[in-house]
């Protein structure tokens, strides 16, 4: 159980372009799911936190005009990356948890290159 | 703002040996959770500990919560090559975020 799915794995784009990154709970509801940025050899960096049907919480220095996170339901959240440099590219993975839990189930990931 | 570190940053072993490693933090927690990450994975949860004192084991592996609530500890009995990866601690306390700390990266040598 607790499975955490993320589409597209990997992708590549051109700088200016927007790139839409799913994350999905397959088999709970997710009241609450994450989004963080990972660097090579780094750890996990949090960008926001979203809550269903909520305005999506960002940590500081992160650009919410940049980084779109839509969380329309209890098993899917968005990011997409408006007017990608390549300076955005880097591994995102997106987290989840239900109503009352404590731990984080994370996705596999969505290595993100910007040509 | 809150932060962890993790000892040692990196460690080779022979397989068939145990492993320990430790996180700190600068202020108590009342969750700590280790995950396991593979290169180009997302982490995967491997323990979860909510006690202060609490010992809980999976597999071949036992994470403590230590008694100060400031630290927490990861041994894995008889490594195998499949163990390599990198482990991250991750605490928070009442109302907050997880805060995750740099990793342990553990290579295992036949």
């Known amino acids: 159980g607790a499975v955490v799915s993320q589409h597209p794995s990997w992708v590549i784009c051109k700088s200016g372009t927007s790139v839409k990154i799913e994350c999905r709970s397959l088999d709970f509801q997710a009241t609450t799911m994450f989004w963080y940025r990972q660097f090579p050899k780094q750890s996990l960096m949090l960008m926001a936190t979203s809550n269903e049907g909520s305005k999506a919480t960002y940590e500081q220095g992160v650009e919410k005009d940049k980084f779109l996170i839509n969380h329309a339901s209890l098993t899917l959240s968005t990011l997409t990356v408006t007017s990608a440099h390549p300076e955005d590219s880097s591994f995102y993975i997106c987290s989840a948890r239900w109503q009352g839990a404590y731990e984080q189930y994370f996705g596999p990931g969505t290595r993100l290159t910007v040509t | 703002g809150q932060q962890l570190n993790q000892s040692p940053q990196s460690m080779f072993i022979q397989e068939g040996e145990d492993v320990s490693m430790n996180c700190t933090s600068s202020s108590i927690f009342n969750t700590w959770l280790w995950y396991k990450q593979d290169p180009g994975e997302g982490p995967v949860l491997l323990i979860a500990?909510?006690?202060?004192?609490e010992l809980t084991s999976n597999g071949r592996l036992t994470a403590q919560f230590g008694i100060t609530r400031k630290d927490s500890f990861l041994n894995i009995s008889a490594s195998i090559p499949s163990d390599v990866g990198i482990y991250f601690c991750?605490?928070?306390?009442?109302?907050?975020?997880?805060?995750f700390g740099p990793g342990t990266r553990l290579s295992v040598l036949p």
């Open positions: 500990l909510y006690k202060a004192g």
């Open positions: 991750a605490g928070r306390n009442y109302g907050q975020n997880f805060v």
